[in-house]
């Protein structure tokens, strides 16, 4: 259905082509699932059988794509808007109407579907992608996993031939990321739809996949097999893979379901062994303490520097170490209200030097709204605020800049210069950092990101990159990161964990919004749990999530009922004699040697 013969793309300007070599068939009715490191060119192909690359994104592609026989080339993105229906990273860029309701009839009307046609498809819609709540909504004002399912939405009302997708439950709650799938396969299996869905979270796509296209690295030809085939040799991986090529499984288990039957012997290795910890985070405050006194708290803040060595050596004058005595976030009886939707309702929060934590919960739930009050870009309609003992929607910009840094659901926003050299100069100029730190910074997290390159051009994950690197150039002691994994390979996001580890290690508070419970399971000290506005768990990160079929990492779910978060973990533990076995050895040599 999807033929790509010898086809290779070259961006203007570039040296060498982003792709080449592409020569494969997508067959009608598969669910083909296009993986590979960030910026290696997964977009780029995706973007070749919509036919927006080379019509909008300019650049010379060579070879033919062929969809349902349509020469990609020769026929305009919309001659083949009968045929292909496509989901790009940046939902926003994508809608042409202003509300939901509009937006999933908008692809209908264009190809003249008859009204009763186009009234049934979109209550279908309204209800298999859980928006019949959000029908009147103006899109503008809808949460980024909200307008992620209207784009979805939007194209399956045509019910094109094929599919394309990039990314599509990036910005998904983990049980709306199962419901889109499965409609997907319902499509597949039901109706023959053909689809191509590129996503970086294999965990959460591997098992429906019926082949796995690699695009190994930049440039190189890709490979096209059966997923477990594919993932044997893959550079990326999910944790399912990973904890396999540990144990020496083989056949590779792709689905938690695998592992567990494969597991009992891992499972009684490690009875005994116990989880190593990342350092302890600190302590909770008294309570009452008033926000911005010297709490004494935390007690045992580690001193281990941080894991950003060429960057944190070239401050010209020492970063601006957040002081042990200031909160750095804490939110009291906050509720807020935006426009007629309750976003928060009563939220407590107080977020320590030194801890991260992640804020987990459904779509619209209230997530980004509350990393947006610690920087005043939201005001509370009820309840306190403070952000570094200051109050964020009362505090010039140019003040809040040294309590707090949000890299946004949009790391777009936050860049406005016209090269990565540019950005990257200008956040070293505002944080007052020697001039390259950010560049390292963007280095260490994603090799390959070319000075050169206008940031609009970038790859989702190297443009996020890039934002993330800006702010962490400032060092702010608050550091508010909404959806941080977007377009990371695993690699990429390792290196951002360490990164981040170190920072917190380093006394500085983190709170992410997120849906990468695998990056939770990593990173975060503490889980907060939010529902409809309002705080409904708050506790360390194994016992919020290890109860939580949503919520829990594969690892845990294959290891259950041992309480095990990461592959790492395991592999740590693997290395350590279990302390039974140890007491056992020496009660052995002491009966041997009494003396
Ligand atoms: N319009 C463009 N002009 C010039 N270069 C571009 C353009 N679009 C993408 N590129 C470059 O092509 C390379 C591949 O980008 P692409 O978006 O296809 O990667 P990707 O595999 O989808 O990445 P991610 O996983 O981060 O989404 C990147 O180095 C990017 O900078
Ligand atoms: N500008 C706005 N006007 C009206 N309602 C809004 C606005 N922005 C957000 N909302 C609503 O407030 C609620 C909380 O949105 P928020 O973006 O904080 O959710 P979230 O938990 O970050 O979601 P996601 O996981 O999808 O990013 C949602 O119901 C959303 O539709």
Known sequence: MIRFENVSVTYDGAARPTVQDVDFTVPEGELVLLAGPSGVGKSTLLGTVSGLVPHFTGGTLRGRVTVAGRDTRTHKPREL????????????????????????????????????????RVEETLDLLGLAALRDRPIATLSGGQQQRVAIGSVLTPHPRVLVLDEPTSALDPAAAEEVLAVLLRLVHDLGTTVLLAEHRLERVLQYADQVALLPSPGAAPLLGAP??????????????????????????????????????????????????EPAPPAAPPSGLPTGLPTGLPTGLPVVPPAIPSARRRFRRPPPVPSASVVPAEARSLSVRRARVQALRDVDLTVLPGETVALMGRNGAGKSTLLNTFVGLVEPSAGTVRTGGLVPHRTPPRDLVRRAGLVPQEPRDLLYADTVAAECAAADRDAGAASGTCRDLVSDLLPGITDDTHPRDLSEGQRLTLALAVVLTARPPLLLLDEPTRGLDYAAKARLVAVLRGLASAGHAIVLATHDVELAAELAHRVVLLAEGEVIADGPTAEVVVSSPSFAPQVTKILAPQEWLTVAQVREALREEPQDELREELREELREDPR
């Open 81 to 120: 808007a009968d045929v292909v229906g496509t989901v790009g990273q940046d939902p926003l860029s994508h809608f042409v109407t202003d509300t939901v309701e509009e937006e999933l009839a908008y692809g209908m009307e264009s190809l003249g579907l008859p009204p009763e046609v186009m009234r049934r």
């Open 228 to 277: 477990a085939d594919v993932m044997a040799v893959s550079p990326v991986f999910p944790p399912v893979v990973s904890l396999g090529r540990l144990a020496g499984w083989s056949p590779l288990p792709l689905t938690v379901r695998d592992a567990r039957r494969r597991a009992g012997d891992l499972r009684e290795q490690l009875e005994g062994r116990t989880a190593p910890r």
